[in-house]
């Protein structure tokens, strides 16, 4: 039978439990499936604005010995420079935090992660990654879709695309957000978009305050069996207009209506933090539900429990053009005790095995000073930046790739973030390569039509 009997055959029922790419329009053939995967579900972890590498997972002594000379010619020469073209003296900047050798394996990290210190064998440090985008727009874009360009799928989407929903009563893909720093960069829907993709696959944001769901409960007058049937009849309204249009979009409403009505009994199960015991919540250190990342953290978890397929949590704050003496100790706390709390309890849960999180910017900092004055900071860079990866069948304590003395950009083992998404990719058992859908005449693939490379080095 075609796709439009298929779709009326099945009706809602049979919506449920089609193979993810049959319902996007995709191929039935699962050939971009792996035989293994290590991990059942991704929590990325975005320091939205950039942090700076150098304040962070990437010691440079020669640079701090450099700090306050002119940075030499032949690294800024025929460089893309974000806002530092028209200064006349471009001037080294060196670390402003001590780093300390951290557990047994001995990664160097900032004096400003105590909690993530103690995390440190846990952890795979990639020193030696870059991007292709400057600004902010473009470069988070590139984190999240494997390109700059608008309307592309997501990652947290693809992978649903091609894995499908195993949380019950709870969409595959769940955005959180905190705040707290310098210049918050602001964030768009589009960043966790479906793109091409039916809409079943764009993320759905949960409310770090108050309600995590807004309408969740029904009003006055209205029980659940009422809006049951109230949805069953609207359904059917649909199943019937899916008979007489070719609209994929008819079969992804069904499946919406049918998953809002689920999740106003699993919200309320969900956001219950009351049976959390009290040295978890100490652990996170934050008060469920305040709005920082640390409960976002904490409802994570919750939702990994649940199958959830991709976590996405943003942190906003860390542009920090100026100020950073000021403002990195700000981000740091904010997001420090929140992320090693995450890591230990899933740890505790035996659940780390299978669960990839990955902590990472739109790009890195400079390592020249944006400003010479007493309340300075660093620029954006793309040429190289860090991030950590665990869990999820990756080393840990270990560090991988190296920038050069200066931190401007790598010299060994460089990683795009295309390799990033391979790399994450592989651990959920999809092949990168294979996983394509046709639009506009094209295979479009969230890792490009570049060569992108799994970390091989990274994995257990």
């Given at each position: 039978?075609?796709?439009?009997?298929?779709?009326?055959?099945?009706?809602?029922?049979?919506a449920?439990?089609?193979?993810?790419?049959?319902m996007?329009g995709?191929?039935a053939?699962?050939?971009?499936?792996?035989k293994?995967?290590?991990a059942?579900?991704?929590?990325?972890?975005?320091?939205s604005?950039?942090?700076?590498?150098?304040e962070?997972?990437?010691?440079?002594?020669v640079?701090?010995?450099?700090?306050?000379?002119l940075?030499?010619?032949?690294?800024?020469?025929?460089?893309?420079?974000?806002?530092?073209?028209?200064?006349?003296?471009?001037?080294c900047?060196?670390?402003?935090?001590?780093?300390?050798?951290?557990?047994?394996?001995?990664?160097?990290?900032?004096?400003?992660?105590?909690?993530?210190?103690?995390?440190?064998?846990?952890?795979?440090?990639?020193?030696?990654?870059?991007?292709?985008?400057?600004?902010?727009?473009?470069?988070?874009?590139?984190?999240?879709?494997?390109?700059?360009?608008n309307?592309?799928?997501?990652?947290?989407?693809?992978?649903?695309?091609a894995?499908?929903?195993?949380?019950?009563?709870?969409?595959g893909f769940?955005?959180?957000?905190?705040?707290?720093?310098?210049?918050?960069?602001?964030?768009?829907?589009?960043?966790?978009?479906?793109?091409?993709?039916?809409?079943?696959?764009?993320g759905?944001?949960?409310?770090?305050?108050?309600?995590?769901?807004?309408y969740?409960?029904?009003?006055?007058g209205?029980?659940?069996?009422r809006?049951?049937?109230?949805?069953?009849?609207?359904?059917?309204?649909?199943?019937?207009s899916?008979?007489?249009?070719?609209?994929?979009?008819?079969?992804?409403?069904?499946?919406?209506?049918?998953?809002?009505?689920?999740?106003?009994?699993?919200?309320?199960?969900?956001?219950?933090m009351?049976?959390?015991?009290?040295?978890?919540?100490?652990?996170?250190?934050?008060?469920?539900?305040?709005?920082?990342?640390?409960?976002?953290?904490?409802?994570?978890?919750?939702l990994?429990?649940?199958?959830?397929?991709?976590?996405?949590?943003?942190?906003?704050?860390?542009?920090?053009?100026?100020?950073?003496?000021?403002?990195?100790?700000?981000?740091?706390?904010?997001v420090?005790?929140?992320?090693?709390?995450?890591?230990?309890?899933?740890?505790?849960?035996?659940?780390?095995?299978?669960?990839?999180?990955?902590?990472?910017?739109?790009?890195?900092?400079?390592?020249?000073?944006?400003?010479?004055?007493?309340?300075?900071?660093?620029?954006?860079?793309?040429?190289?930046?860090?991030?950590?990866?665990?869990?999820?069948?990756?080393?840990?304590g270990?560090?991988?790739?190296?920038?050069?003395?200066?931190?401007?950009?790598?010299?060994?083992?460089?990683?795009h973030?295309?390799d990033?998404?391979?790399?994450?990719l592989?651990?959920?058992?999809?092949?990168?390569?294979?996983?394509t859908?046709?639009?506009?005449?094209?295979?479009?693939?969230?890792?490009?039509?570049?060569e992108?490379h799994?970390?091989?080095?990274?994995?257990?």
């Amino acid at each position: 039978m075609d796709r439009r009997q298929f779709l009326k055959f099945t009706g809602l029922a049979g919506a449920n439990v089609i193979s993810a790419p049959l319902m996007a329009g995709g191929t039935a053939d699962p050939s971009f499936l792996l035989k293994q995967a290590k991990a059942k579900r991704v929590i990325f972890l975005t320091m939205s604005g950039g942090f700076s590498q150098f304040e962070t997972f990437d010691n440079k002594p020669v640079l701090k010995k450099f700090d306050g000379k002119l940075m030499p010619p032949s690294f800024l020469k025929g460089q893309q420079l974000a806002q530092l073209q028209d200064q006349k003296k471009i001037l080294c900047y060196g670390p402003q935090f001590k780093f300390n050798k951290c557990g047994q394996s001995g990664l160097e990290m900032t004096e400003l992660f105590p909690h993530l210190a103690t995390v440190a064998d846990d952890l795979a440090i990639v020193k030696s990654a870059y991007t292709e985008q400057i600004n902010h727009d473009p470069a988070i874009s590139m984190l999240n879709a494997g390109t700059f360009l608008n309307g592309r799928p997501s990652m947290g989407s693809w992978i649903n695309y091609a894995l499908g929903n195993n949380a019950e009563g709870l969409p595959g893909f769940v955005v959180l957000e905190s705040v707290k720093g310098r210049g918050p960069q602001p964030l768009y829907a589009r960043l966790w978009n479906n793109g091409f993709l039916d809409s079943i696959y764009q993320g759905v944001k949960f409310n770090s305050k108050g309600d995590t769901v807004h309408y969740a409960k029904n009003p006055a007058g209205i029980d659940r069996i009422r809006q049951g049937q109230l949805i069953k009849t609207i359904n059917k309204l649909n199943q019937f207009s899916s008979g007489h249009m070719d609209d994929d979009e008819i079969a992804t409403r069904m499946q919406q209506y049918d998953m809002a009505f689920k999740m106003q009994k699993t919200i309320p199960e969900l956001a219950d933090m009351s049976q959390e015991p009290s040295h978890v919540l100490d652990l996170y250190g934050c008060k469920p539900g305040d709005g920082s990342f640390a409960s976002n953290c904490l409802m994570a978890r919750k939702l990994a429990e649940r199958d959830v397929r991709f976590i996405q949590l943003y942190h906003r704050g860390w542009d920090h053009h100026n100020g950073i003496r000021k403002y990195m100790p700000i981000c740091a706390e904010a997001v420090d005790q929140g992320t090693a709390a995450l890591i230990k309890d899933l740890k505790d849960r035996d659940m780390l095995k299978d669960t990839l999180i990955v902590f990472a910017g739109e790009f890195g900092r400079t390592p020249m000073s944006q400003t010479n004055k007493g309340d300075a900071g660093r620029d954006h860079h793309m040429n190289a930046m860090s991030l950590f990866m665990c869990g999820g069948g990756i080393k840990g304590g270990m560090t991988y790739g190296e920038t050069d003395e200066l931190g401007y950009k790598p010299v060994k083992d460089a990683v795009h973030v295309r390799d990033v998404h391979a790399t994450m990719l592989h651990l959920l058992g999809i092949n990168h390569k294979k996983l394509t859908v046709r639009f506009q005449g094209l295979d479009n693939r969230l890792t490009g039509v570049e060569e992108a490379h799994v970390i091989k080095k990274l994995l257990v």
